[in-house]
């Protein structure tokens, strides 16, 4: 299975870019990275996934190089409620189901 | 409608109660999973069911029991447990792999307290 590696804490001022790397130097080719957030004790909550390319959508941008050993979640103006976990994932590729291996990840404070 | 509902929320047991944790959802997803989750700690798969039936078991003790008995419902039935199975159980659907990189959608948890 891909591993994923996160920085355990980082901290960004409120209104700034919040930049997440993530490495996993060990994803195969057909595997996807997903990010996915969680807010204390609730579920985690999807943000973005990409395979190959650059992917935006409205809640961040997703970063991958070229050889997809790592990658970047970018959350561009950061507010006081994007504190939270947030959760690099490589998806292990299965004909049964999306199979979900969480790192231990970032904890992201916002800072006002 | 893109909700997963866990029922209940907070759950308290003893070592010798029988108990079930339930999920649904109605987005027609296919696959369906369990997770648990300790404090300060990612969560961790525990099952997977695709199409109604067992795919995956994360080699989970037998004392926990997921059964899925329609394609909108997930249970999780829980027996003899420890203490140290007290956890926050999360619930998650999506659709099956061969329909393509779908994400899963998780809902709220069950606090679980073994005493």
């Known amino acids: 299975d891909a591993k994923t590696t996160q920085p355990p804490s980082m901290d960004c001022a409120e209104g700034r870019a919040a930049n997440l790397p993530c490495n996993h130097s060990?994803?195969?080719?057909?595997?996807?990275v997903y990010w996915y957030r969680q807010i204390h004790s609730q579920g985690p909550q999807y943000i973005i996934h990409g395979l190959k390319n650059n992917e935006t959508n409205e809640m961040a941008s997703l970063i991958i190089t070229e050889d997809r050993k790592s990658s970047t979640l970018i959350l561009p103006h950061a507010t006081l409620r994007d504190t939270a976990v947030y959760y690099c994932?490589?998806?292990?590729?299965?004909?049964?189901?999306?199979?979900?291996?969480f790192g231990t990840g970032t904890s992201l404070t916002v800072i006002p | 409608d893109t909700e997963v509902t866990q029922t209940p929320k907070h759950l308290v047991m003893g070592m010798t109660n029988k108990k079930s944790l339930k999920c649904e959802q109605h987005?027609?997803?296919?696959?369906m999973y369990w997770y648990k989750q300790k404090a300060k700690k990612p969560p961790e798969l525990m099952f997977v069911?695709?199409?109604?039936?067992?795919?995956i078991n994360e080699s989970v003790p037998s004392r926990f029991s997921p059964e899925c008995p329609n394609s909108s419902l997930l249970n999780l039935h829980l027996h003899a447990l420890q203490p140290e199975d007290s956890a926050l159980y999360l619930c998650?659907?999506?659709?099956?792999?061969?329909?393509?990189?779908?994400?899963?959608?998780f809902g709220p948890g069950t606090r679980l307290t073994v005493t």
């Open positions: 069911y695709s199409y109604e039936k067992l795919s």
């Open positions: 060990t994803i195969s080719g057909n595997e996807y």
């Open positions: 998650a659907s999506s659709q099956p792999w061969t329909s393509g990189p779908y994400e899963q959608y």
């Open positions: 987005m027609g997803h296919r696959a």
């Open positions: 994932i490589v998806r292990v590729a299965s004909n049964t189901g999306n199979q979900f291996y």
